[in-house]
């Protein structure tokens, strides 16, 4: 059972570059959501997904779009990385939209450097 | 101002002795409230949920109190090991229709032998 995969896990860019961060999950999950987590600061929430073929902004979604592809992925695009985009990138899932007592999955996450 | 703080922010303890982790918060309405363990390198995984009507809850030797009143819970960790060495993060949910997570600093635990 893999629950959430992340891919990749590590990656170094230089500043303008783009990629993509992909997120899948098997345990047949409505909610998906795009985390960030900074030295000293708390986990941030980019973008979710409540369900499938619905995006929302989080609270830090600029430098950041997002693609619900199906119920199972969930990815993260960075057009143009910048410095201030090196950090963990988490993907997490649930079953209903953090909800009650909904618990979050999450991924093994995804280590970005921009240089 | 949604906020929730944790403290210490890290700690240091032998192996076999007890610790306490403290989470405070000032989000209203408020839902429940998580703990969750984040292993060097690895996700967050959650502990215990706290509904507002719970005082306490045992997950193994991790033991979670919530106070609403105050606005205050805690994580008690019996008999330490060094498997508990990690992170420790206090995630409360707010109430109302956007239910929002907002998230703690965390807890840095260190458990030496």
């Known amino acids: 059972n893999a629950g959430v995969t992340q891919t990749p896990k590590f990656q170094v860019l230089k500043t303008g570059q783009s990629m993509t961060l992909q997120c899948a999950q098997d345990?047949?999950?409505?909610?998906m959501y795009w985390y960030r987590q900074d030295p000293g600061m708390g986990l941030r929430l980019i973008y979710y997904?409540?369900?499938?073929?619905?995006?929302d902004k989080g609270e830090v979604p600029n430098g950041y779009n997002v693609s619900r592809l199906n119920k199972r992925e969930f990815s993260l695009r960075l057009e143009s990385a910048a410095p201030s985009q090196t950090s963990v990138y988490f993907c997490?899932?649930?079953?209903?939209?953090?909800?009650?007592?909904?618990?979050?999955?999450f991924g093994a996450g995804s280590r970005l450097t921009v240089l | 101002k949604n906020q929730v703080e944790q403290s210490p922010q890290s700690l240091i303890i032998l192996e076999g002795k007890n610790c306490t982790l403290q989470?405070?918060?000032?989000?209203?309405?408020?839902?429940?409230l998580r703990w969750y363990k984040q292993d060097t390198g690895r996700g967050p995984v959650s502990l215990t949920i706290?509904?507002?009507?719970?005082n306490t809850k045992s997950n193994g030797r991790y033991t979670a109190t919530l106070d609403a009143d105050t606005k205050q819970s805690s994580l008690h960790i019996t008999a330490s090991q060094l498997s508990d060495s990690a992170s420790y993060i206090c995630?409360?949910?707010?109430?109302?229709?956007?239910?929002?997570?907002?998230f703690g600093k965390g807890t840095k635990l260190s458990v030496k032998p």
């Open positions: 997490a899932s649930t079953e209903v939209p953090s909800s009650g007592a909904n618990v979050l999955t």
């Open positions: 345990m047949n999950h409505n909610s």
């Open positions: 997904s409540a369900s499938e073929g619905t995006t």
């Open positions: 989470c405070n918060y000032t989000v209203s309405p408020f839902s429940n």
């Open positions: 706290m509904t507002f009507s719970e």
């Open positions: 995630v409360v949910r707010s109430g109302g229709s956007q239910g929002n997570l907002i």
